[in-house]
T-cell receptor, first 114, second 113 residues
Framework: NAGVMQNPRHLVRRRGQEARLRCSPMKGHSHVYWYRQLPEEGLKFMVYLQKENIIDESGMPKERFSAEFPKEGPSILRIQQVVRGDSAAYFC????????????FGQGTRLTVV | DQQVKQNSPSLSVQEGRISILNCDYTNSMFDYFLWYKKYPAEGPTFLISISSIKDKNEDGRFTVFLNKSAKHLSLHIVPSQPGDSAVYFCAAILTGGGNKLTFGTGTQLKVEL
């Protein structure tokens, strides 16, 4: 059973470009969480999705950021018109239930905006 | 507003000795606490957890202690091994309120030979 897969592992974007981060949850997991870790900080919750639904997006910046978890395929975190401050490690976690305490984390995508 | 705090950014311990990592929280509604271990360029890996109805949970070399009145928890690793060198994150969850994890800023543990 493969773990949570995130790709790409590293992503470099110029300011103003779009970044798309993908997360394939573990088999059988229908709950996905996205976290962002800025340098020297802990992980900060961004959004919680269940298949085709956004359950909690209280941690998402109001502009430029969006997330989806379609019926088929991976969850996508999309950042439009990236700025230098978006440079961070983005982690995805998945769980089989709504209990996030049971979630497993992916290896993360390190986004660098130049 | 940092609701979960790890005030020691780093800790150095000799192999074989005890490592004690500390975590404080401000939200008394948190009812479940977890410790994660993170190696560079990898995601956090769950280590051990404790419910607020307990004050101690032990798993092999790892023990977590919870002091609810002080809003403080600690992770004890004994004996410490070089492979334990990693960043350790404390996290708290409000199981009845959204279930999202609130993380501390992490403590870098270095176990020296």
């Amino acid at each position: 059973n493969a773990g949570v897969m995130q790709n790409p592992r590293h992503l470099v974007r110029r300011r103003g470009q779009e970044a798309r981060l993908r997360c394939s949850p573990m088999k059988g997991h229908s709950h996905v969480y996205w976290y962002r870790q800025l340098p020297e900080e802990g992980l900060k919750f961004m959004v919680y999705l269940q298949k085709e639904n956004i359950i909690d997006e209280s941690g998402m910046p109001k502009e430029r950021f969006s997330a989806e978890f379609p019926k088929e395929g991976p969850s996508i975190l999309r950042i439009q018109q990236v700025v230098r401050g978006d440079s961070a490690a983005y982690f995805c976690a998945s769980s089989p239930t709504q209990r996030e305490s049971e979630a497993f984390f992916g290896q993360g995508t390190r986004l660098t905006v130049v | 507003d940092q609701q979960v705090k790890q005030n020691s950014p780093s800790l150095s311990v000799q192999e074989g000795r005890i490592s004690i990592l500390n975590c404080d929280y401000t939200n008394s509604m948190f009812d479940y606490f977890l410790w994660y271990k993170k190696y560079p360029a990898e995601g956090p890996t769950f280590l051990i957890s404790i419910s607020s109805i307990k004050d101690k949970n032990e798993d092999g070399r790892f023990t977590v202690f919870l002091n609810k009145s002080a809003k403080h928890l600690s992770l004890h690793i004994v004996p410490s091994q070089p492979g334990d060198s990693a960043v350790y994150f404390c996290a708290a969850i409000l199981t009845g309120g959204g279930n999202k994890l609130t993380f501390g800023t992490g403590t870098q543990l270095k176990v020296e030979l």
